[in-house]
């Protein structure tokens, strides 16, 4: 619940939720933190976007709330709903104490008069839902607010974000407007799979995540599974970062790294070895046609003989030889 | 400083960036929070709060350099300090035998003076350079400055200086040493003319006026636009794109709540006793498929090209789209537009079915069509063709025209001619146009993206 006083600061805090922070998402991060605007981050899958916002949350000791985006979303799911079952509940069992308060009515405009005057009873905030959105800004303490994935929403969610992103205020037709006691740090996650309009845009700080370099690769698996052996931990590193450079359908991310640092403790292998490779690369490539590129390409490396195949650049490559 | 920062703003702004006031203001609010003294966390603030998209990354991280390096150029030696009086003699009396110009190349090299901001300006006057107002030109017109300042022959007369002194029996150790620090020294006169040209292309950047007017370009026929012009569109096109969406979006929500839908209503009600609190609609499928067919030969290209940009920058809003491009046989094009942005797989598109070669034969094309792809076409598909209907006197093939058109939803044409010209020369618009539902004239971006609103209404 603190604030943080400097970028440095926030990296030390991120670092202790073993998150580790480049300058740059620091930095970003507390510009967004004192400026009180969203912060959006965009990038390719698994890079730890999310983890960010999860991290951010446990470094302050906020409450994370989430709001996960899909194609259909809308306020209902986002913002808040009507409990209708309890309001009827509540009718239902409150008859007796309505028919008594209108018993001694003399006409029907007398008792329509007192019905009126008890009827905020039924639009309170007792028998309002709070969807991830209110929640945020109703919350007595400050929290983050995480919506992930909003280019899966709907454009015309994201036209309807645009209100409490800027003054974190919504407006209830039955109660008024109301507005956040604490602002909530709010960060935005994107995949890029469609262009965000631009207003959304201007709101918002942005901050593009990239895959890591090598040696900060190699410091989030060391921290992440330290079981991993060191120099083994090194050689991965290696691997997925030569994977990346390769043109594949889908690049190893992150979170796909350590997938296989994980499984390669599992299996208790002590050695980067073509069997091994085989055996577990499929945790680390998601399709069939690019673990077998990525299957030739990584045992050309290895110096071991190669079956004939059709790629055209190995095969200029061995005429060289 | 904030001037700078002002300058640095409408730079980005020149080189088409989209910067709003707002994100102006909050660059300088994220600058008084953190302050300039550190280049990085500085560079962080103004990337962060200025540039909202990925591809303009790299149109901020090559001008920031030029507006906020440190401004001053590499460091020269002066050579001419630690010379023994002896030796500065001997050097004198070498350099002597040069011509006027290269004695004061040398001179300056041996003292390590930098060019005066007077000699830049003038060398800057010589070549042009305040009418450079790109940054592909920075390395073209520094070599220019170098040439002006006949670098090459400077190169010559360092190398005959040494064979001279090597003659007067001067130490070749420390002669080498001599030769080393003046290339050293030469260096870093390219590299200070280097920044400086950089510097001068990053202000006429940021004080040129704002590109032609936008609107005139909307309303400018596509067959009277200049590559220039196009370039400018194409980003247009992508403003325009959103916009449509929004307005087709809240369409297509607002058309949701039609028709009552009892059979949801009942059944999501149950939980409240049957008391109808939620009311369901009916969703109506309102998300068009959609099949188009481009022309894509010399005269329609353009108007193609921005017509599958608009189109592919609406995918959300549309359940599935067919692309073909033609002109003289059809191509599938839709696997180009995955995971591409409209206008690279426009390009590639157009790279593979090149112009020129020969002409459009729309007939063998809808021949093509029916042969292969027929069952692309079902009730709830758009038949869309991008065409002028020129057939260069080909076989129309208006049968298979009809067919296409009766299997459909809707057909819909769009021709940047107008209804005047057609029938004229080799156009056979006439007879196709009794099986369209709707022919839409597309002759300028504008009229375009009318006509796109209008076929996912």
Redesign the interface.
């Known amino acids: 619940m603190k604030a943080f006083k400097s970028a440095a600061q926030i990296k030390d805090n991120l670092q202790k939720q073993s998150y580790i922070a480049s300058e740059e998402i620091a930095t970003i991060m507390y510009l967004s933190q004192q400026l009180g605007k969203p912060l959006l981050s965009e990038g390719p899958a698994g890079v730890g976007k999310t983890e960010l916002a999860k991290a951010i949350a446990a470094a302050t000791g906020r409450e994370l709330i989430r709001l996960q985006c899909y194609e259909g979303l809308d306020e209902t799911k986002a913002l808040y709903e009507w409990e209708y079952a309890k309001q009827l509940l509540y009718t239902q069992l409150l008859r007796d104490k309505l028919s008594s308060t209108l018993s001694d009515s003399r006409n029907l405009t007398e008792a329509a008069d007192r019905l009126a005057a008890e009827e905020d009873v039924f639009f309170s905030m007792r028998f309002l839902l709070q969807r991830p959105l209110l929640k945020a800004i109703l919350s007595d303490q400050p929290s983050v607010l995480l919506i992930d994935e909003i280019d899966r929403a709907d454009a015309e969610f994201e036209a309807f974000l645009l209100e409490i992103l800027s003054d974190f205020q919504v407006s209830i037709p039955e109660l008024g407007t109301i507005t956040a006691k604490h602002i909530p740090l709010v960060v935005l996650t994107s995949n890029n799979t469609r262009e965000l309009s631009e207003a959304l845009k201007r709101r918002c700080l942005y901050l593009f995540i990239d895959y890591p370099s090598s040696e900060q690769e190699l410091a989030i698996v060391r921290l992440k599974i330290p079981e991993l052996a060191p120099k083994l931990a090194a050689q991965a590193v290696e691997v997925v970062q030569r994977l990346r450079g390769m043109d594949l359908r889908k690049s190893p991310s992150i979170s796909e790294t350590l997938d296989w640092a994980k499984a390669l403790v599992t299996l208790n292998s002590s050695n980067l070895d073509s069997e091994t490779l085989d055996k577990t690369l499929s945790v680390l490539l998601k399709h069939e046609t690019d673990l077998t590129r990525a299957k030739r390409r990584l045992r050309q490396l290895t110096g071991e003989p190669m079956e004939p195949d059709e790629d055209s650049g190995l095969g200029q490559f061995r005429i060289q030889n | 400083m904030e001037e700078r920062i002002i300058k640095f703003i409408s730079a980005l702004r020149a080189q088409g960036l ?1 910067v ?1 006031l ?2 102006s203001e ?1 660059a300088f ?2 600058i008084n ?2 302050g300039v003294h550190e280049r ?2 500085f560079r ?2 103004l ?3 200025l ?4 591809a303009d ?1 790299k149109v901020f991280d090559e001008l920031f350099p030029l507006f906020f390096s440190a401004n001053t150029p590499p460091p020269l030696i002066n050579l001419a300090e630690d010379l023994t009086p002896q030796e500065a003699g001997k050097i004198a009396e070498a350099i002597r035998h040069f011509n006027q110009h290269l004695q004061n190349m040398l001179d300056k090299l041996m003292h390590g003076e930098p060019l005066s901001q007077q000699e830049l300006e003038q060398l800057a006057q010589m070549i042009g350079l305040q009418h450079a107002n790109d940054l592909r030109y920075q390395e073209w017109m520094a070599r220019r400055m170098e040439q002006a300042l006949r670098f090459e022959e400077v190169r010559e007369a360092i190398q005959e200086l040494m064979d001279t002194l090597a003659e007067m029996d001067l130490d070749p150790q420390r002669l080498e040493q001599i030769r080393q620090l003046l290339e050293a020294n030469q260096a870093a006169l390219g590299e200070q003319l280097r920044q400086y040209v950089g510097q001068r292309i990053a202000e006429n950047l940021s004080d040129q006026p704002p590109e032609e007017d936008i609107d005139r370009l909307l309303n400018r026929p596509f067959n009277a636009l200049s590559e220039k012009n196009m370039q400018i569109l194409r980003d247009e096109v ?2 325009l794109a ?1 916009i449509l ?2 307005r087709v ?2 369409r297509q ?1 607002r058309a949701k709540s039609g028709k009552l839908d009892p059979k949801a209503t009942i059944r999501t009600n149950l ?3 049957s ?1 109808p ?2 009311i369901k609609y009916r969703n109506r499928h309102l998300k068009p498929k959609l099949v188009v067919l481009c022309d894509i030969s010399t005269s329609m290209r353009y108007c193609s090209e921005l017509m599958l940009s608009l189109i592919y ?1 609406m ?3 549309v359940s599935k789209t067919n692309a073909f491009a033609f002109i003289d046989h059809l191509e599938y094009i839709t696997p180009d537009f995955q995971g591409k942005r409209a206008n690279e797989a426009v390009g590639s598109v157009l790279r593979r079915i090149p112009t020129g070669y020969y002409s459009t034969d729309l007939g063998y094309t809808l021949s093509n069509f029916a042969s292969d792809y027929l069952d692309k076409i079902d009730s709830r598909t758009t038949f869309i063709m991008v065409g002028d209907g020129r057939n260069n006197y080909n076989n129309p093939q208006v049968e298979i025209f009809r067919t296409i058109s009766r299997r459909s939803h809707r057909t819909i044409w769009i021709n940047p001619e107008p209804r005047i010209q057609w029938g004229t020369g080799d156009s056979d618009m006439w007879q196709y146009a009794p099986y369209c539902d709707d022919i839409l004239k597309a002759a300028t971006l504008n009229e375009l993206t009318a006509a796109v609103d209008k076929l996912l209404n």
């Open positions: 989209r709003s707002a994100e909050d609010n994220a929070m953190l990085e966390t962080l603030s990337r962060a709060t540039v909202k998209d990925t990354l992508r403003r959103a969406r929004s979006a809240l929500k939980k409240h006793n008391v609190f939620q920058a995918q959300d809003l």
